[in-house]
């Protein structure tokens, strides 16, 4: 799978769930999709370090990347790829940027035309979760309980998304296109509602790098 691809795959299925994040005042055993609503509640910015695991058609790795992700609710993201390669994709404004830093190039995106039928239309939290997603618990595995959400839209790019918890935090992420591929996502070091700069969601695009879109 080509990397700007996966990382737009990351960024459309991941913005919505701020993931990792502990939530608060859940005490006793919460069942996943309880503690899902309770997180996308609770959860206005939050910082979180990133491994994202790309599995082909077989079953194999083909790529491991690791990073960073930042958010502020409503709209603004910043996903900064550190290894293997350097990438970032910035979200603000009602546009999305994604730079590759390895071609030189930017390209810009309305935010509409680049989420479509997404997870990322939860967002903005004015759109229930029963309403696009039907959400089924799927018990536990290793130390984790998972739910799986399942778009009603037929345009959606995506089959399903898992979310594991683990100890009342949303601990992993899978994500199934509707090409056979499947992105896992680890997070660590997370923090909720911490204080950002805006300008960490302000891009200007290098000098002399190739800028597409809007």
């Known amino acids: ?9 990351l960024f459309l ?12 005042g859940t005490g006793g055993d919460v069942k996943p999709v309880v503690q899902l609503k309770a997180f996308l509640l609770a959860s206005k910015s ?31 993201f910043r996903w900064n790829y550190q290894k293997p390669f350097k990438q970032e994709i910035v979200s603000n404004a009602g546009k999305v940027w994604f730079y590759d830093t390895d071609l030189e190039q930017v390209t810009v995106k309305k935010v509409d035309e680049s989420l479509g039928s997404t997870p990322a239309l939860l967002l903005s939290g004015d759109v229930a979760l029963e309403d696009n997603y039907t959400m089924e618990e799927q018990g536990d595995d290793g130390d984790m309980q998972w739910v799986k959400l399942t778009p009603k839209s037929q345009d959606s790019s995506f089959k ?14 899978e994500l199934s296109d509707n090409f056979g591929q499947l992105t896992r996502i680890y997070f660590s070091n997370v923090l909720l509602n911490p204080p950002i700069k805006p300008t960490l969601f302000e891009f200007v695009a290098p000098k002399g790098v190739d800028v597409f879109g809007d």
């Open 1 to 9: 799978m080509k990397k700007t691809h996966v990382a737009r795959w």
């Open 13 to 24: 299925a991941l913005i919505t769930f701020n993931t990792g994040v502990v939530l608060a």
């Open 46 to 76: 939050l910082t979180a370090d990133f491994k994202q695991v790309a599995i082909n058609e077989a079953g194999h790795p083909t790529q491991t990347s690791f990073g960073v992700f930042y958010l502020q609710r409503p709209g603004k």
């Open 160 to 173: 399903y998304v898992l979310i594991g918890f683990n100890n009342k935090t949303i601990a992993g992420m």
